[in-house]
């Protein structure tokens, strides 16, 4: 069910959105495969989750650009499930008829170039030549049954999407803006995906500021906490791999995970990447009480 009417603003801005998405070319057909490159970082080596660990900076490099290859893969991965949740939204309001024609219309838009997104990942696996169970993500469950069910429209599902994609686009800006020495393709996905990113962040920003228009202080509150309770989800889903992920990138057996968890430099790694983020959700009036 769609509710509420959008209003015209949204209207006119979902339409504005959609003639920017319109000249689309596949992203698979714009990425350089060949320059795909396995004695590369497939990360920038400050943004692993053991950086900053002194064991595993004094590994050798070997180690650690293998650490990266599976770090960037398990991100990808974890995207793919988001896109997937979305997918499956997107297309049933794209399919509503009581809609107004301009915001089916961009969800078709965001629909397609999700699943560019989703499509580059796919493809980017078959050339990585890693194992694909290597790669499987934990899938964060509480999440995708949200995702799944939450009301189209409501706050939180609008506040859920809107974390969703700004939680893996703050890490895909940080390989942009620290590009050098990672492998070329790695930063070409990063590049493609978040400038398609930046639209559907806009798009998700101004929804939910539109929701909270006139929401009264008590309701306002038990949506951050809300969402907090999701951005703190969606960072272990995206920033904190399972142990499994350590073993498969053959790091000398050690609790990497729990250690990634426990790294201070970890922490305030995601703490930065995040930081305009939370400072955005604050100025929409959601005290997010987070790091
Ligand atoms: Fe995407
Ligand atoms: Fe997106």
């Known amino acids: 069910m769609i509710n509420p009417i959008p209003t015209d603003a949204l209207i006119q801005r979902a339409d504005q959105l959609a003639r920017h998405s319109t000249p689309y070319r596949d992203p698979t057909t714009r990425v350089q495969w060949e320059r795909l490159n396995a004695h590369a970082f497939w990360l920038p080596e400050t943004a692993l989750s053991l950086h900053g660990i002194r064991e595993f900076d004094d590994l050798?490099?070997?180690?650690?650009?293998?650490?990266?290859h599976y770090e960037f893969a398990h991100f990808l991965e974890a995207g793919l499930w988001l896109e997937g949740i979305f997918l499956e939204r997107l297309g049933r309001a794209a399919a509503h008829p009581g809609a107004p024609l301009a915001t089916r219309m961009y969800h078709l838009h965001e629909l397609r170039e999700e699943a560019g997104?989703?499509?580059?990942?796919?493809?980017?696996?078959?050339?990585?030549?890693?194992?694909?169970?290597?790669?499987?993500?934990?899938?964060?469950?509480?999440?995708t049954l949200l995702g799944r069910h939450l009301p189209f429209d409501s706050t939180l599902f609008w506040g859920a999407i809107l974390l969703g994609e700004e939680v893996p686009d703050r890490l895909n800006r940080y390989i942009r803006l620290h590009a050098e020495g990672v492998c070329p393709v790695a930063v070409e996905l990063s590049v493609l995906h978040s400038t398609d990113e930046a639209r559907h962040i806009a798009y998700g920003h101004?929804?939910?500021?539109?929701?909270l228009d006139g929401m009264h202080a008590?309701?306002?509150f038990l949506v951050a906490r809300a969402l907090?309770?999701?951005?703190?989800?969606?960072?272990?889903?995206?920033?904190?791999p399972s142990q499994a992920l350590y073993r498969h990138a053959a790091l000398p057996s050690a609790p990497w995970a729990q250690r990634a968890r426990e790294n201070s430099v970890r922490r305030?790694?995601?703490?930065?990447?995040?930081?305009?983020?939370?400072?955005?959700?604050?100025?929409?009036?959601?005290?997010?009480?987070?790091?």
């Open 60 to 68: 050798p490099l070997a180690d650690r650009q293998r650490l990266s």
């Open 218 to 220: 008590p309701k306002r």
């Open 268 to 291: 305030a790694f995601v703490a930065r990447c995040l930081g305009s983020t939370i400072t955005r959700l604050r100025g929409l009036g959601l005290p997010i009480n987070w790091p």
């Open 117 to 143: 997104h989703s499509l580059m990942f796919l493809e980017f696996f078959r050339r990585s030549g890693l194992p694909l169970h290597a790669i499987a993500a934990r899938h964060d469950g509480a999440l």
């Open 206 to 211: 101004e929804i939910l500021q539109d929701r």
């Open 228 to 240: 907090t309770m999701l951005l703190k989800r969606f960072v272990q889903t995206f920033y904190y």
